[in-house]
């Protein structure tokens, strides 16, 4: 039977905080609009910053959905699930905001991550989300899964990029500076890393 929390806090922060893989999902406000859901990991890449409100960092990839969305209408829900010891699904309901590189709080909210080498992985932001509603519920139906360690893929990718060639490959993406609907996605050109 799901719960409702007021904050996250206590046993249901380091549930999150344990786990190697959250969800994304995001939506425009048209009706007929691409429905976004995206996988984050890479370890240490995501933060409580307190008790009503968690970020992570948002990297170099092959579109900018969730920052279009974002940008629209700040509608997120985020998602973990236990693949490993009791069965559980967390889902954070809230508002996100992607706070980019030439942003004042951009280099405050950067140190929250100091696990991280950011500039290994094309970094475009950091997305904030305050939480609205907070439920977990059993996921009796989720399978064990074992976690196996962290793929070095996307570091070796993006590690030889500086601002410049950042910038040319988001330029040349079809869906970076424009999402699948046409809204605004990442602001173009890269505004240059602060940090």
């Not at 007021?6 to 995001?26: H, K, M, S, Y």
């Not at 970094?123 to 070095?152: K, Q």
Request: charged share 25%.
């Amino acid at each position: 039977m799901g719960k409702t929390y007021e904050r996250i806090d206590g046993r249901l922060r380091t549930f999150i905080e344990e786990q190697p893989v959250f969800f994304t999902a995001t939506a425009p406000l048209s009706a007929d609009g691409t429905v976004n859901l995206s996988p984050k990991g890479l370890k240490g890449s995501f933060a409580v910053l307190d008790e009503l409100t968690v970020a992570y960092l948002d990297f170099a990839g092959s579109n900018a959905e969730t920052i279009a969305h974002l940008r629209e209408n700040g509608r997120i829900t985020l998602m973990w699930c236990a693949f490993q010891g009791p069965p559980n699904i967390v889902r954070v309901h809230g508002r996100g905001e992607p706070v980019f590189r030439d942003d004042p709080r951009f280099p405050e909210l950067l140190a929250r991550f100091p696990g991280i080498d950011h500039t290994t992985h094309g970094l475009r932001a950091v997305v904030v989300v305050t939480a609205e509603l907070i439920r977990d519920t059993c996921g009796y139906a989720v399978p064990f899964m074992a976690y196996e360690s962290e793929r070095d893929l996307h570091a070796k990718r993006f590690a030889r990029e500086d601002d410049t060639s950042l910038d040319a490959y988001f330029t040349k993406k079809e869906y970076i500076a424009s999402s699948l609907d046409g809204l605004p996605g990442l602001p173009l050109p890269l505004p240059p890393s602060t940090v």
